[in-house]
Nanobody
Framework: QVQLVESGGGLVQAGGSLRLSCAAS????????MGWFRQAPGKEREFVAA????????YYANSVKGRFTISRDNAKNTVYLQMNSLKPEDTAVYHC????????????????WGQGTQVTVSS
């Protein structure tokens, strides 16, 4: 397994941008599909995006498609989530996750979780 630490959350106005980072420890990072979930207060955890080990396979939730971009740098053991055109409904704790599954099957098995970073979008 890998250990995951997120950073980059904060408070931003609607229409603004943030970039989240997730640093992973462990030599097997490049073998994992990486992705992001989010959880808003009083709501269930929601899938956001996933990226395959090579970066060639990417999958987004419909709610963020066209606004968010996931990427990874295997040399730095880091995955990113660039969030543009943010909306108040994007407010949530964002969790980084690692899975041995493909991006399309990412939600069926998560092997490691980060502790989360808060994103707050004001209207």
């Amino acid at each position: 397994q890998v250990q995951l630490v997120e950073s980059g959350g904060g408070l931003v106005q609607a229409g603004g941008s943030l970039r989240l980072s997730c640093a992973a420890s462990g030599r097997t990072f490049s073998s994992y599909t990486m992705g992001w979930f989010r959880q808003a207060p009083g709501k269930e955890r929601e899938f956001v995006a996933a990226i395959s080990w090579s970066g060639g396979g990417i999958y987004y939730a419909n709610s963020v498609k066209g606004r968010f971009t996931i990427s990874r740098d295997n040399a730095k053991n880091t995955v990113y989530l660039q969030m543009n055109s943010l909306k108040p409904e994007d407010t949530a704790v964002y969790h980084c996750a690692a899975s041995s599954k493909s991006p399309l099957m990412f939600t069926t098995r998560v092997d490691s979780w980060g502790q989360g970073t808060q994103v707050t979008v004001s209207s």
